[in-house]
């Protein structure tokens, strides 16, 4: 694929990072709180509990932003570059950084381990918040999709309910830039909900903390009743709770089904342009770069 022969593709990661953005502004509120603070949440003004400025996107984009900018740099997916990659943005004193995401680095960095270990602690949604570089990346060769995917997740997330939905999600806007199609994208989640009923969202009771299942159950609901982008992310990060990470992801597979038209101009000329500038960059860049593993992993 030499150019980019699928519009909604920057869509998606620009989508990711005005998720974030917009969403961190209520991380950690409650819907009530967040009403009587803003009515509706609908503007990028930063602050939230990490005192944001306007427009600044916080860990999410950023990992994304440090495997994407791995697989470029490596030539190929190379599980010790995401590494030094997730250790170099670490180093660079984020302005957020999850307590998982802390740990498995910290074990690459002064162990050298690439598989932290299993446990239900790490079912929270850092793995599946920072995928969408691999998810583009593999378009053009999906056979290692799964595999690039687990490497990566599992240097910070060694969780099968993460593993699931990190991959489901992947699916999902693989479907979405493929074909437009909502309702295939909602029925590779409805078939994972099959042999997991309890990561179903039709019951939806406002779940929207940073584990995993509360993550898809909320962008899940909020994707599936909305019918633009717009929609799809206010009804997200209104819901507090992980509101950027759950956020980002919605704004992922949001971007890829309306695509760059339906991203409110508001909100684009908003969120910090270096950011978006690196995003179209790198959508780019991992579209034309052939698929391979550049050493052993
Ligand atoms: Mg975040």
Redesign the pocket.
Known sequence: MKNDTKPNVTASYVGLAIG?AL??TT?FMTPREIQASYGVHNRIIGGGWLHLRPGR?????EMSLALGKSIIDSGGFCLSSVGDHFVTWMRSKPV?I?STVRKGIRDYMLNGTTISDESEMSAGNGAA?RNLPVIIYCLKKWDYFEDMTLHQSHLTHNNAKSDLITLCFGEMVKVLLDTGDKLKALNIANKLIKIHPKFSYSRYKGESSGYIVDTFKTVLHHFADSSDFEETLLRVVNQGG?A??NG?IAGMLAGALYGMDSIPGKWLRKVDQNVISDIKIQTKKLLELPVRYSDEV
Request: charge should be negative; charged fraction near 45%; glycine fraction near 12%.
């Open positions: 974030d969403g961190a991380e996107v916080t860990d999410d984009t957020d999850g918040m992980d950027d990470t980002a």
